[in-house]
Nanobody
Framework: QVQLVESGGGSVQAGGSLRLSCAVSAYTYSNNCVGWFRQAPGKEREGVATIYTGGGITYYADSVKGRFTISQDNAKTTVYLQMNSLKPEDTAMYYC??????????????????????WGQGTQVTVSS
């Protein structure tokens, strides 16, 4: 069974940093699309960043470009989201998600919630002003 386990959320002041981790089932990790989504209260879930684990190809939503970095550790089958220069509007529940796809499908589906078949339980990020 596919498992995605997030960790690393917390509370931070505006301008601060957090790093989220997503531990992915080993047999699911290779050549898959892994993404981070977030959902604030009363808002729709939105894509933040994705990485194709087969080659490290990344995608970022415009709202986080230059501030967030998605990366992978193949030995640990873990995907990270480094979040810098955090803003109050980044406050949300952050979810890790994955699905099996070629890199170009991963890239074009990066913000499509319905494309991702597997989801973690989420980790809360709160940024205070």
């Amino acid at each position: 069974q596919v498992q995605l386990v997030e960790s690393g959320g917390g509370s931070v002041q505006a301008g601060g940093s957090l790093r989220l981790s997503c531990a992915v089932s080993a047999y699911t990790y290779s050549n898959n699309c892994v993404g981070w989504f977030r959902q604030a209260p009363g808002k729709e879930r939105e894509g933040v960043a994705t990485i194709y684990t087969g080659g490290g190809i990344t995608y970022y939503a415009d709202s986080v470009k230059g501030r967030f970095t998605i990366s992978q550790d193949n030995a640990k089958t873990t995907v990270y989201l480094q979040m810098n220069s955090l803003k109050p509007e980044d406050t949300a529940m952050y979810y890790c998600a994955a699905f099996s796809a070629a890199w170009y499908v991963c890239h074009t589906s990066a913000e499509d919630v319905s494309a991702f078949a597997y989801w973690g339980q989420g980790t809360q990020v709160t940024v205070s002003s």
